[in-house]
């Protein structure tokens, strides 16, 4: 079974920057595919990000896309997001989560994942952007 944690969150003026680390352990990182997700206070949790187990990704999230980037680190067995030119309105609990099935994969780099679509979850982090 595969475990997530993420890092790396707090508090960031509006327009700067955050990188999260998603450190999986359990297995390697070319068996799943790794998903940021963010849930704002009274929002339903979206996808924002994906790298699939081949490397392939796609940072698809409303709002974010151009300022958000994610990448991995198959050595250190790490997934990251790197969060720029942050907006307050990116104020959310982020989380990584895995997938294994081969229609996670695929969907993971059209970019179109959703929360259901995950099989294991890391508790999350809070980034919050406030001047």
């Known amino acids: 079974q595969v475990q997530l944690v993420e890092s790396g969150g707090g508090l960031v003026q509006p327009g700067g920057s955050l990188r999260l680390s998603c450190a999986v352990s359990?297995?390697?990182?070319?068996?799943?595919?790794i998903g940021w997700f963010r849930q704002a206070p009274g929002k339903e949790r979206e996808g924002l990000s994906c790298v699939n187990s081949g490397g392939g990704s796609s940072n698809y999230g409303d709002g974010v896309k151009g300022r958000f980037t994610i990448s991995r680190d198959t050595a250190e067995n790490t997934v990251y997001l790197q969060m720029n030119n942050l907006k307050p309105e990116d104020t959310a609990v982020y989380f990584c989560?895995?997938?294994?099935?081969?229609?996670?994969?695929?969907?993971?780099?059209?970019?179109?994942?959703?929360?259901?679509?995950?099989?294991?979850w890391g508790k999350g982090i809070l980034v919050t952007v406030s001047s």
């Open positions: 989560a895995a997938g294994a099935s081969a229609s996670v994969q695929a969907m993971c780099v059209v970019g179109n994942l959703r929360p259901f679509h995950m099989d294991n």
């Open positions: 359990g297995s390697t990182l070319d068996h799943y595919a």
